[in-house]
């Protein structure tokens, strides 16, 4: 999932550590919400987001709608701002190559938005069904079962959840320390996991 090239949200200040938009851009983002609101009800429906998703970003129809019913937790059929703000903020999160880190600070919506069956945890289904939006895929939902699954349900609670996004937080900067640069979150956490697996052998 990407943006289209010379959409104005490439011109956006976005914090690359937080996964944020100054409040200056939240206003112009909020702005921008109103204007797409041409019924003046504070939300936007399923046609206005398709039409809005198909013109900054390059997914197809089917990803764009899926999209919508995850954002529209309860069902109504339309979006609020936060919900805007959130779509945007992973927008601009898979525009500067940040995914991993989005999720790893805001990791209670994005777990309630990949749980689309509101079951309180995220399956394999669930996740090769949503994670399109983070440019994810379910082999890396696997590899994230086989470190965090504690229950040995094939699924991951929010406490699970937040394990691993913690874990992945001190693997990037584990990483960062030894070798300079960040790698995917995927492959720092199995670049950690084995270090911490090889000092054990070592004791």
Not at 19 to 45: A, P, V
Not at 119 to 134: D, M, P, Q, R
Not at 163 to 188: S, W
Request: charged share 30%; hydrophobic share 40%.
């Amino acid at each position: 999932m990407k943006l289209k090239k010379g959409v104005f949200f490439e011109y956006l200040n976005f914090n690359k550590f937080h996964c944020l938009l100054s409040l200056t851009n939240t206003k112009i983002i909020y702005d921008y919400f109103c204007l797409l609101d041409i019924h003046e009800k504070k939300t936007l429906n399923d046609i206005q987001f398709y039409h809005f998703m198909k013109h900054v970003t390059t997914m197809g129809k089917k990803h764009i709608m899926l999209t919508f019913d995850m954002l529209d937790w309860d069902g109504d059929g339309e979006i609020g701002f936060e919900e805007f703000y959130m779509i945007v903020c992973i927008l601009l999160s898979s525009e500067h190559d940040v995914e991993e880190t989005f999720i790893c600070h805001h990791f209670l919506p994005v777990f309630e938005l990949l749980d689309m069956d509101g079951s309180k945890t995220i399956n394999l289904k669930e996740f090769k069904a949503s994670g399109f939006l983070f440019n994810l895929k379910g082999s890396d939902f696997k590899k994230i079962l086989n470190l965090f699954d504690i229950t040995g349900d094939e699924c991951l609670n929010l406490s699970e959840f937040q394990k691993f996004t913690m874990m992945c937080m001190d693997a990037q900067k584990e990483f960062k320390k030894k070798r300079g640069k960040l790698h995917r979150l995927m492959d720092v956490c199995t670049y950690f996991v084995k270090e911490e697996d090889r000092l054990h052998l070592l004791d």
